[in-house]
């Protein structure tokens, strides 16, 4: 495990109140669209990169598939224990960067939804290279052919809502895609908070750095959580949505 980044710092501080958030309402109806777009048969194998509380595994699990939740925060992985148990589920929990992560096990389908993992850097992550390393390492867990989903920040949103003045400002990175804010959260000791750096996609990019990580793009969609239709990208939206299918093997 690599030195805590600032959003681990963060997830685990928020973890009791994440499942409060507005779209996690959704969850029953974004596990079936997950059904319905990867077709997975029963009792596969699904790997959920990035699973925070574990709300679309626990659901994903209570439809008798075999699940594997990866999250880098010990505060949302106990949150995903404390529900699962709740819930009456068997999901493997594993903490892990997903940057670095390596499973020995091959799945049938992956997840990596939310901005569980993919598009939030630390401090220290390059911002190709980190997401470009999960795609990598996700491809090494599946098997041959398997599809996986992934949301990710809108990069078209990102441009559109900062002004050159807020560029100037440090704001926004139009060279990286990234954004750079404050996230804070309650402790018993007062509020605390910490800056983070959050990437933004657009389509022809993610195309390509998937094709880089082997996988063959089947659609891109906008896709924000609480929202997700197959629609076309809308500009302001917070999310897009890919689907994709490993079309080859890496060596990682």
């Known amino acids: ?10 997830f685990d501080g928020h973890a009791r ?3 409060n958030e507005p779209f996690t309402r959704s969850t029953v109806e974004e596990v ?5 777009e990867l077709k997975p048969k029963l009792k596969s194998s699904i790997l959920d990169v990035g699973c925070g509380t574990g709300r679309h595994s626990i659901e994903l699990a209570k439809k008798g598939f075999k699940v594997t939740g990866v999250d880098i925060s010990s505060g949302m992985l106990a949150e995903a224990k404390k529900a699962a148990r709740k819930a009456r589920v068997k999901v493997n929990w594993i903490r892990a960067d997903a940057s670095v992560f390596r499973s020995k096990m091959r799945f049938d389908a992956a997840l990596c939804l939310c901005e569980g993992a993919f598009g939030l850097l630390g401090s ?9 390393a999960i795609l990598r390492n996700i491809n090494a867990a599946l098997k041959m052919r398997a599809k996986m989903i992934l949301t990710t920040p809108n990069g078209f949103e990102k441009i559109r809502k900062f002004s050159q003045e807020e560029v100037k400002r440090g704001k926004f990175d139009p060279l990286t895609m990234v954004e750079y804010f ?3 959260w309650d402790t018993p000791s007062g509020r605390k908070e910490v ?10 990019e993610l195309t390509l750095l998937f094709n880089q990580a082997g ?13 997700w239709q197959r629609q076309p990208i809308d500009l302001d939206e917070i999310e897009i949505m890919v689907v994709a299918r490993k079309q080859q093997n890496l060596s990682i």
């Open 17 to 19: 109140k994440y499942m």
């Open 195 to 204: 800056e983070v750096r959050e990437r933004g996609y657009v389509p022809t």
């Open 1 to 10: 495990m690599k030195k805590r980044s600032e959003w681990e710092l963060f």
């Open 124 to 132: 220290a992550d390059h911002p190709i290279d980190h997401d470009l």
């Open 32 to 36: 079936a669209f997950i059904l319905e």
């Open 215 to 227: 996988f063959k793009v089947v659609r891109i969609w906008g896709g924000t959580a609480g929202n």
């Open 182 to 184: 404050v996230m804070e």
